[in-house]
Every structure is written in C-alpha cells, then in structure tokens.
C-alpha cells in the first residue's frame, strides 16, 4: 500500500499538521504507557491530562471546549474498521505511526463503504494532526512492524459507554459516546457493531 506524507496536498481533505503548541512533554509521557501485542485505547489518561499541554489544547485547539487524553496504543498493520465523530481529533504520534484515512462523505445510503477509497499517509514521530470529523479512521498502524503509541484528544465524553440503545439508520452506527464506527467482516468483530465495508481490509505492508 502507497503511505504518503501528512505534509503531501492529499492530506489536505482529511486533516492539517497542528501547529504553535509545544508536544514535547506529551510525547515524552507517552513512552511509559503501555505498548501491547494487540491494540489498547484508552479515552482518558490521568497522567496526560495533568501536563501542562491539556489546558493549552483545550484553549487553542478547541475553543475553550472541555477536552480529554487518551491514548491508541499497539500493534497492528490493518484497517478492520473505520469511524467518524461529530468533531475533529487530535492525534500526536509518540513513535512513527500511520493512518489509513477515507471521507464520510462517500458512504453510501445504506451505510457501506468500498475501502479501495482510502489513503494511508505516516505521521512521524513528535508530530500532531487534526482529523477532521468528516474523516474516517481507526487505530493507527505502525511502521515496519514495530509497535506504536499515539496519544488521542477528543472533546470531553467521547468513547465512553452509551447510555440509550441505538438501533435505527445511521444512529444503528454508534457504538460509543460520539462515535460512529463501520466494520469489516475480517475485522474480528463479534457484537452489535455495523459491518458494511467492502473490498479489502487494507493492510499498509501489502
């Protein structure tokens, strides 16, 4: 699979490189966080949240919104899914660490979505992007088969536990608070999660 650049022009449609705020510390912490064999998403992080950067992202990057750090930490070459949010996110890669990213936008009107559409593009290490809310994601791979730690902010809530049952049109897509997701029949998924990609379930070494 091609991997493009997040400073490439493609990149442009689905996200930008956050600029003027100082990552350095964030991405220091994050190399004590954990580094499984699989993938662990973690929406909230004590440790993070208390570094000085969370009040300047919650301040600059999100209007004075409350926000929350978290982590995807893991390893892991394939799609398996995508998702989308109401909002952006911002992701600051601790280790090099690639996205495979597609648009909202072309997800047809009953819900499936073709992956030969995606891009992949390499995040290196101690860079930040925002993902756009229309942008589909979902964990992050790492690069020649080695682990990766990214570290994740969202508005406050994102990725917590439902509250209501969700079972109608688009809102049968949401499996979390403001979370969105499409599956892959490859993608391991054994609940009540929404499969409708088609196509291959991309694998960024092939």
């Known amino acids: ?15 930008k490189v956050v600029e003027g705020i100082d990552f350095t510390g964030l991405v220091e912490k994050m190399q004590e966080m954990p580094l499984p ?56 890669a601790a280790t090099d660490a690639v996205l495979i990213l597609g648009k909202q936008q072309d997800i047809t009107d009953d819900f499936t979505y073709d992956t030969s559409l995606m891009e992949a593009f390499l995040i290196p290490k101690g860079t930040a992007v925002e993902v756009y809310a229309t942008t589909l994601h979902y964990a992050p791979c790492g690069v020649g088969g080695n682990g990766f730690r990214v570290a994740v902010i969202l508005p406050r809530g994102t990725n917590f536990p439902l509250k209501k049952e969700h079972s109608d049109g688009e809102d049968k897509l949401i499996t979390a608070v403001n979370k969105w997701l499409i599956g892959h029949p490859e993608g391991g998924f054994t609940g009540q999660e929404h499969i409708g990609l088609k196509g291959k379930n991309l694998n960024i070494n092939e």
Do not use: W
């Open 37 to 92: 064999d699989g993938v662990e998403y973690q929406p909230s992080v004590e440790a993070l949240e208390a570094l000085p950067v969370m009040e300047e992202l919650s301040c600059k990057a999100y209007g004075e919104m409350p926000v929350q750090i978290g982590y995807c930490n893991g390893h892991n070459e394939l799609l398996n899914a995508v998702e989308y949010r109401r909002d952006s996110e911002i992701n600051v």
């Open 1 to 15: 699979m091609k991997i493009l650049q997040v400073t490439d022009p493609e990149f442009a449609k689905y996200g």
